[in-house]
């Protein structure tokens, strides 16, 4: 069985899922960065005493399964999501949801998704996939990180689903389900909520370490690491810094870039002149982003360790850090009102 | 980012799929475009993969020395740590840092050894005797 799912690639695999699967529902105004924004993806945290791959634990993004969630909660569509104890429940689960026609998102492990380059697989168990058809013993995958439509055979999906280790997906499967009409309003509802959400999210954030603070957090310890660590393992860490904003899936930049075409988009829906001027304050962002990991890069690959050269990379991100505190705080002084 | 500065740089990813960036056209609007790959990230990406390669032949080189259990070394070689490979076993945590030892590993019963073989997917045989060059 085949459901007429439609499959577009998108930057971000959670995103993507998100926003396949709304228009699937019919709902198509959602873009991949209006699910992001309304979403508030926008993030920045680095948990010092969290190890991910022998490296520091970075996110540019917020939780895993927050975007779907918000998006759908704002726009007032009602999320199905299940987890399930036993692979053979899981299964006939989704099975029963494709005969009746319903394709799902699932959580699943990369390090057994087989239709991955090897060199990308490493234990992470939050990406997402929509499951849309059954051939045979072939499942029908649609990964938004990939150009086409993939297959997946039922041993493997099963393996991925029920990944072990920190973020277990437990074969989680999940999808919208629209009862109401979502009006431009409610859409334009939800931009406003899914902004002073991530207004909140990076200015106000308590704890130091998430946030605009988080990214001043981790410029301060940059410099430091080259004492501490070593040349060589603050290379590493710095490389893991650059992996996690430069991943498939983050659309460059560690998702400013994202952020910056959602404002623009935002604009169609609410006619701000600030929005366009702020995405610009996102652009920059992005790119500073970028030339810092330009500069990370000459560390890593030894070209460039002076402590002045851990300096530099330090203050690139206070410059980063100073640029995205005026955005956000330009944004919370939009008047939605008028 | 502006469209036309869009990295190009052969990548892993050539021959599976292409990243898709969101960047600039000429009037300032927010298009996407795909990308073979980034330098500076495919750096990154190939210096923790050397960092696991050391790793593994650190975990070799410890097995041969009589320091360390097998399973120290199938975990490096599957990127594993201590809480991946307990979640996967069902074994504790302090069970598995016990099972790395060697003579605590030689004495595991043909039931345990049968979990961690599974999970490394191999047969009892290879784990009990890794086959190194197979890699």
Known sequence: ?338 | MKKSDTPQDPSLLDNFTKDVYYVTDDSGKYVTEKSRGWEVKATALNLTWDDVKQRVEKAKEDYFKGKCSPINYFMENKMMDLNIVSSYTGFWKWQVKRHLKLNVFNNLSEKKLLKYAKLFEISVDELKNPKFDAN
């Open chain 1, 1 to 338: 069985m085949q459901i007429n799912f439609q499959h577009i690639q998108a930057a971000h695999c959670e995103n993507g899922v998100t926003s396949n699967l709304l228009r699937y529902e019919g709902l198509d105004k959602i873009t991949e960065p209006l699910a992001f924004g309304i979403g508030s993806g926008l993030f920045f945290i680095y948990i010092p005493f969290m190890k991910v791959n022998n490296g520091p634990a970075f996110s540019y993004r917020t939780m895993p399964g927050l975007i779907f969630k918000r998006t759908c909660k704002s726009l007032c569509v009602e999320v199905i999501r299940k987890k399930f104890s036993s692979p053979e429940q899981a299964q006939n689960y989704l099975d029963e949801c494709l005969k009746s026609g319903q394709p799902v998102g699932c959580q699943v492990g990369v390090y057994f998704l087989t239709y991955f380059p090897k060199e990308y697989r490493f234990h992470f168990n939050a990406h997402n996939i929509v499951v849309f058809g059954k051939k045979d013993d072939n499942y029908l995958i649609s990964d938004p990180v990939m150009e086409h439509p993939t297959t997946l055979s039922s041993y493997e999906l099963q393996r991925v689903r029920f990944a072990k280790g920190a973020l277990a997906p437990k074969g989680q499967l999940y999808y919208p389900k629209i009862r109401t009409e979502v009006t431009d309003d409610q859409i334009r509802f939800a931009i406003t909520k899914g902004i002073k959400r991530n207004v909140r999210d990076m200015l106000f954030i308590p704890g130091g370490i998430a946030g605009i603070s988080g990214i001043k957090f981790t410029a301060r310890k940059i410099v430091k690491w080259r004492e501490k660590l070593g040349v060589k393992t603050a290379g590493l860490y710095l490389a893991q810094l650059v992996r996690m904003q430069e991943e498939i899936g983050t659309g460059g930049g560690g998702f400013r870039f994202i952020y910056a075409a959602f404002l623009q988009q935002a604009y169609q829906f609410h006619q701000k002149e600030e929005l366009l001027k702020i995405s610009e304050q996102f652009t920059k962002s992005g790119d500073l982003w970028r030339s810092a990991a330009v500069q990370a890069a000459g560390i890593f690959k030894g070209r460039i360790t002076s402590i002045i050269d851990f300096q530099d990379m330090g203050n690139y991100l206070l410059e980063v850090a100073d640029v995205e505190k005026n955005a956000f705080k330009s944004l919370s002084k939009i008047n939605w009102k008028n």
